[in-house]
């Protein structure tokens, strides 16, 4: 079990690391800005009506974007590379206590 626990730890550190800077910029949140036509454009044309017009410092929209634009701090990657490890270490364990190949 422990092999298996690493393995999915290191694999969901890496994974989270990698993927969510990618699924940003899949998203439309890039460092040129907000992408016509995106998911992106859509969730910020949401909030800004459900706002009465502008999207406010702090938002979802806004924190997205500016990690989008300017990428992850270093303690942003460590907090998300622990996360996806942990969530490695808890998948690799459901699966190995059921029996999962």
Known sequence: MALFGTIGAVAGGLGALVVAPAALTAAGFTSAGIAAGSFAA????????????GVAAGSVVAVLQSV????????????????????????????NSTGAP
């Open 68 to 95: 989008g634009a300017a990428g992850v701090s270093a303690a942003t990657a460590v907090a998300s590379s622990a996360a996806g490890a942990a969530a490695g270490v808890v998948l690799s364990a459901v699966a």
């Open 42 to 53: 859509s969730l910020m044309s949401t909030t800004a009506v459900a706002s009465g017009g």
